[in-house]
């Protein structure tokens, strides 16, 4: 029976316990509202450690001033239904006053890759994020900690963070799970119309189409990066935000593509903001 812990405190006893008798923990770190990229998360923990600790919290340090963290979609009873059934034990769900109490003051930021990519139009939220998660590794002291690749750029940060900081956990990343068409499972795909919906596999499209093009011998970033605007294109309601293909060592563009080359994708949809990569 998983059990639902509701503050820090009491999440550290049991964290305690855990370490007294030698068993392993595996975090997953979420904002809730449960898919399969979530859940597949969750299975690996359980498979790999003798304990899977899931959070679950709307962390609103990761979130700008008009973003949609009063909207975020939110479903407490089913969250943990479903992580129990994917294996977790423990359902973490700090509040916000019991994250940042009044008076906090600390952040934690990975300089320079918080401000590329998404970092552009959201320019605190990887200093959230790394915060965040910062807080979650001292409560929680993971031995591993797993992360989708959806969200490529924060696996990077966070592995980045636990490196730079010598933090005593394993960052272990995850396969994007996808519907059927394409579509990268998020949360926030609720807040697509049906017309909105039916477009939104475009963006899968083109970056399949990239990986063809590389490898058929493509290298030229230019030419991949059009064939992939040009896909998304095929549908008006596409605003992108950014397309770039970078390293992944360094989060820097490049105009060769090489083996390794992440090509990420932002693009708003309507109400949502859809992001989707491949790494060559
Ligand atoms: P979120 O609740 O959106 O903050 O996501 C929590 C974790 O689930 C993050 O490590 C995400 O990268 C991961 N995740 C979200 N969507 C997917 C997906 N479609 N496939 C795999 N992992 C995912």
Redesign the pocket.
Known sequence: MIQRIPTPEKMKEIVSALKCERRSIGL??????F????L??MRRSSAENDATIVSLFVNPTQFGANEDLEKYPRDLDRDTKLAEEAGADYLFTPTNEMMYPEGYKTYVKVVDWSGFLCGVSRPIHFRGVTTVCCKLFNICMPDRA??????AQ??LIIDKMVRDLNMNVEIIP?????EADGL????RNVYLTDEERKAAPLIQKGLTKALKMYENGETDAKKVKAAISDTIAESQLFKLDYLEAVSKETLCPVEGILPGTLIAVAAYLGKARLIDNIIL
């Open positions: 997953v770190p979420t904002m809730g509202y898919h399969e990229g979530h597949s998360l797993y992360f989708g690749l959806k969200d924060q696996y995850m396969q994007t799970v996808r990268a499972m998020s949360s």
